[in-house]
């Protein structure tokens, strides 16, 4: 049998997987999830570079993709959604877990897993239960709100962590989420002309940059497009990533700094040295990101959910690193009053990078990964 990977692993007695330490990170679905799930496993790999690290994900999630495209062996196993109303798929939940319980128990056999590191959603459940009484587990949460996946790990995990605190799940050590290592070993300065030079920006205007990810951006798009000339004539460049199933119509005005609209930004990093400040939704990748790299920022949280997006947003919001705009608020006329403003004012700007940088928590992938080595140990 192999995995997602297709090389069928080679055996040493007993059924493992030769080779040094294993660990298996789970945590599929979305990017918020399988993000840190990868800085992780790059992280383990520098502290340890005998260990493997296999991820868990489903055929459902974006790991299908960024896994592989990350070096690591994806193994597959049935998604168990958790229905959040009364329904027919509640009376199948039972079976279904069972099932992909088994799937999972059988990967951990075959990979020979030493450890279980869950990041929540649809794969984590799964996992947990899988090596419960057989396998050392490692929650973390990402968000300020814990999932269910999270809150049924922790109460048999042997270490629980958070990115923030008040998460829900007691007893978590707060880290920071992990990060990859190309964002926080980013000196923005030191990038900033290349940067500006690879999105064809004015080298020396001020510069908002502007993301909201394919499903969050509408709001941020009409605001910000339609800004578009009071910002040209403020002086301030744009970088705008208005996602690919959006579209944005722009007109640009001769002589003032650049508006560049692209439908996705490749090079985060670039981007992220290039801007003097974000304007972007607030889930937890994101917040730590910026944060990590001393961007100040204007966050609009997603106005779904349990609110949580604004939770991920408020420490650094407190610390004064960013400001905090309810969806319902962010216009045309909040743009030429809060955000052109802001951009004007460099002794500001620095105020707020510091700030933010200091929020951050920039070592949390290495943390992490030392944690697990050192669960995995006992």
Known sequence: MTGQNG???????????????????AGGGTAGHIEPAMALADAVRRLRPDARVVALGTERGLETKLVPSRGYPLELIPPVPLPRKPSPELLRLPLRVRSAVKQTRNVFERVGADVVVGFG?????????????????????????????NKVGARFAERVLAAVPGSGLPGAQVIGIPLRHSITSLDRAALRAEAR???????????????????????????????AGALAEAGI???????????????????????????????MDLALAAADLVLCRSGAMTVAEVSAVGLPAVFVPLPHGNGEQALNAQPVVNAGGGLLVPDGELSTQKITDVVIPLLRDPQRLAAMSAATR?????????????IVLEVMSR
Do not use: W
């Open 121 to 149: 959603g649809y794969v984590a459940l799964p996992a947990y239960l899988a090596a419960r009484g057989r396998l050392p587990i490692v929650v973390h949460e990402a968000n300020a709100r814990a999932g269910l996946a």
């Open 197 to 227: 030079r690879h999105f064809m920006l004015d080298e020396d205007a001020p510069t908002l940059l502007v993301f909201g990810g394919s499903q969050g951006a509408r709001t941020l798009n009409t605001a910000v497009s339609g800004a």
């Open 7 to 25: 090389a069928a692993p080679a055996n040493r007695p007993g059924g493992a997987v030769q080779g040094g330490p294993c660990v298996v990170v």
């Open 358 to 370: 200091d929020s951050g928590h920039r070592n949390a992938a290495d943390q992490l990964a030392a």
């Open 237 to 267: 460049g744009v970088l705008h990533a208005f996602g690919p199933k959006n579209s944005v119509a722009v007109q640009h005005k001769p002589g003032a700094p650049a508006y560049v609209p692209v439908p996705y930004l490749e090079r």
